[in-house]
């Protein structure tokens, strides 16, 4: 079973830097198949999906936020990364981290959410 557990601050300032970890366990961010993916839900809105990075690195991002957003992944730490740029208070959302298992066994799975909010 896969678990993801998102962490980094709750509390941003504009024009500052977003930084947030999705922690893996349960499977190794390396395996063959999986995609890892970030996902927001800004207040009263829908999903928005920022970007993946899959298992052999490959990474991919929202366009409209490419000037801003970087993903990267630790495979010591087995954790993914996000940093989001200058941020403003359109940014705030409930951020997620979520898995992808593709192939004759797909699964998705999902982690609880982190709260960013970006106010002065």
Known sequence: QVQLQES???LVKPSQTLSLICTVSGQSITTTHYAWSWIR???GQGLEWLGV???DES???RPSLKSRISMSRDTSKNHISLQLRSVTPED???YYCNAERSGPWP???WG???QVTVSS
């Open 8 to 10: 980094g601050p709750g």
């Open 41 to 43: 839900q800004p207040p």
């Open 53 to 55: 990075i899959g298992y």
């Open 59 to 61: 990474t991919y991002t």
């Open 92 to 94: 705030t959302a409930v």
């Open 107 to 109: 699964a998705n799975y």
């Open 112 to 114: 609880q959410g982190t």
